[in-house]
């Protein structure tokens, strides 16, 4: 589908044309999944500024502005130096920029852990401050508490486990999760917990694919994969790496176009231009009256 935007600068919002989509629930999104049968698998993108909402919304069910951010467009070295203003910001540029898929935003690391009552001042912020319908946070059983508190007050609360890269100092890495058959049955509880807790959803990363298989079926919640099989209820990939933005991605990541090749392209002949003298060309050059 092509769809075109214009720009109101009263609101900021982008106008899509054909009509606009109506904007998804996150109820919606929770009873894809009937008698443990997801019909229709969850599609999720990672997005993170106005423009990248703009042209993902259409074709998704979820856009997740993850705190993937610190490194995608930061350029930094871990998603740990990630702030609560950092999340604002680009939560609220993506809820500008969407019409139609449920926005959640990450509660980055440091801002939800101590206590609920931690997570639910900065949970709360964030859905207040962007317009965002839930937050995503990382961890098992150890946060099915705080999953519990947040739901319980009105704040939706998507889970996420097995490879968590907030922990990634405790991990020792990135590297995939579950390889004992003790932390297998971990990663399985540990969704088993957060979906009696209320979560709506869980991601599941990096895990090889009986041990998603298994958390798919012993939840009552859709799974969403991230290098853990097509056997979730759904997928989601940060859209950075499906593009091809980056030269090194995660081995499971599949690309759908070169856009690296494509910016640097541009780039190149855009310089050769200015260089000759060549740009800008006659029908682009200011024409006074
Ligand atoms: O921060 C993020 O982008 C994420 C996805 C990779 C699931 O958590």
Known sequence: ????????TATSRAHPTPSPLRR????????RKVDGVTAEPVVMLTAYTARQAQLLDAHCDLLLCGDSLGQVIYGLPTSLQ????????H????????YHAVVVVDLPFGTYEASPEQAFASASRLLAETGASAV????????????????????PVMGHVGLTPQAVNVLGGYNARGRSDAEAEKIVSDAVALDKAGAFAIVIEGVVEPIAIAATKATSCPTIGIGASAQCD???LVTEDMLGMFERVPRFVKRFADVAEVISGAAQDYAAQVRARSFPGAEQTYQPK
Not at 24 to 31: D, G, K, T, Y
Request: aromatic residues 4%; glycine residues 10%; proline residues 2%.
């Open 1 to 8: 589908m092509s769809t075109t935007f214009q720009l109101d």
């Open 24 to 31: 998804l629930s996150v109820p919606a999104i929770r009873q």
């Open 82 to 89: 990630v702030t609560l203003d950092m999340m604002i910001a």
């Open 91 to 98: 939560g609220a540029a993506v809820v500008r920029g969407s």
């Open 136 to 155: 995503k946070l990382e961890g098992g059983a150890a946060m099915a508490e705080t999953v519990a508190f947040l739901t319980q007050r009105g704040i």
């Open 234 to 236: 759904g997928q989601v």
